[in-house]
């Protein structure tokens, strides 16, 4: 037997989205929740993309410290609608930038 379960987790829209979708930003947050799903990768997500109701909608995921799955809607960019960017990733490359700056700012440091 199959049952459909309706799970709660926070939306967030921002006035953008708000002002071209409406009350529809749940639906949208629906939308986002299964291309989530369907990457089979993680719930965390730092970027991603739908088309809904031909509006290009960007959206981020995470999961709060209480368990809660929160996502949060932003208006898109058509050049980046095949890119995903998972959590992990954007917190790798920002670790990795951050080391490069470091080693920058130690080197000048040294010169002098």
Same mark, same amino acid.
């Given at each position: 037997m199959t049952t459909r379960a309706f799970l709660p987790f926070? +939306? =967030?829209?921002?006035?953008?989205?708000?002002?071209?979708i409406g009350r529809a930003a749940d639906h949208a947050a629906v939308l986002a929740l299964r291309?989530?799903?369907r990457s089979h990768r993680q719930l965390e997500v730092?970027?991603?993309?739908? +088309? =809904?109701r031909g509006h290009i909608l960007a959206f981020s995921s995470h999961v709060t410290a209480q368990g809660e799955l929160v996502i949060e809607l932003d208006l898109g960019d058509p050049k980046l609608s095949d890119?995903?960017?998972l959590e992990d990733?954007?917190?790798?490359?920002?670790?990795?930038v951050r080391g490069?700056?470091?080693?920058?700012?130690r080197q000048s440091r040294s010169r002098w």
């Amino acid at each position: 037997m199959t049952t459909r379960a309706f799970l709660p987790f926070r +939306v =967030f829209a921002s006035t953008a989205v708000s002002d071209r979708i409406g009350r529809a930003a749940d639906h949208a947050a629906v939308l986002a929740l299964r291309a989530v799903l369907r990457s089979h990768r993680q719930l965390e997500v730092a970027h991603q993309q739908v +088309v =809904f109701r031909g509006h290009i909608l960007a959206f981020s995921s995470h999961v709060t410290a209480q368990g809660e799955l929160v996502i949060e809607l932003d208006l898109g960019d058509p050049k980046l609608s095949d890119r995903v960017v998972l959590e992990d990733e954007l917190r790798r490359e920002t670790r990795r930038v951050r080391g490069i700056a470091d080693a920058t700012r130690r080197q000048s440091r040294s010169r002098w």
